[in-house]
């Protein structure tokens, strides 16, 4: 069965510290996306990645990286040096062939305290 | 600014009352989708639209009626709901269903029910 975990609910740090949001899936499948999506206080959810499963180059984007290991079915995202706009929570999705819809994970809180 | 475009931000309405929930994007998508999010939730799939086709119904009660009148539009109507309808309703889109591409989210429609 398909399922993504973020065993992560909640997380604060100061600002300008790192900090890493882990996302672990399963799946049946060899072909397969995995997607990060944020979601500030105001509700809509912002696109931020997608991943297939057969690139498992790791990511940058400005403070942003993503981390992807087939081998233990990770898909983790580090933003760099926070900042107070990163405040928000933080979904990690699975989209693969077998199903009809995206598989969120339950999502992380993180607080970036100024 | 999303450019998926839900109307209103904010309704209240009482549980014999009729409304709808307006989406439209003008992004040439040819698949639509609306979510519910209760609090502190991942969003819940609840309706798929493929080509203005009906594709999903995750087993919606009928009081929630979907309706695709063209491929920009996306409306959800509102009959007799119940107190625990009360969400977070999102719209999204993506490309197509199958190419599992990045849904856009709209900024979502906050739903009491007195």
């Known amino acids: 069965a398909q399922k993504v975990t973020q065993a992560q609910t909640e997380i604060s740090v100061v600002e300008k510290e790192d900090v890493t949001l882990d996302c672990v899936y399963e799946t049946r499948d060899t072909t397969y996306y995995l997607f990060w999506y944020k979601q500030p206080p105001s509700g809509e959810l912002v696109f931020l990645i997608r991943r297939n499963s057969f690139d498992e180059q790791n990511e940058i984007s400005g403070r942003y990286s993503w981390n992807f290991q087939k081998s233990t079915s990770s898909f983790n995202f580090t933003i760099t040096a926070s900042q107070v706009v990163d405040s928000a929570v933080y979904f990690c999705a699975l989209d693969d062939y077998r199903d009809d819809k995206i598989i969120f994970g339950k999502g992380t809180r993180l607080h970036i305290l100024p | 600014d999303t450019e998926v475009t839900q109307t209103p931000k904010h309704l209240v309405m009482g549980m014999t009352n009729k409304k709808s929930l307006k989406c439209e994007q003008h992004?040439?998508?040819?698949?639509m989708y609306w979510y519910k999010q209760k609090a502190k939730k991942p969003p819940e799939l609840m309706f798929v639209y493929s080509y203005e086709k009906l594709s999903i119904n995750e087993s919606v009660p009928s009081r929630f009626s979907p309706e695709c009148p063209n491929s920009s539009l996306l409306n959800l109507h509102l009959h007799a709901l119940q107190p625990e309808d009360s969400a977070l309703y999102l719209c999204?889109?993506?490309?197509?269903?199958?190419?599992?591409?990045?849904?856009?989210f709209g900024d979502g429609t906050r739903l009491s029910i007195l």
């Open positions: 992004m040439g998508h040819r698949a």
């Open positions: 999204a889109s993506s490309q197509d269903h199958d190419s599992n591409q990045p849904q856009h």
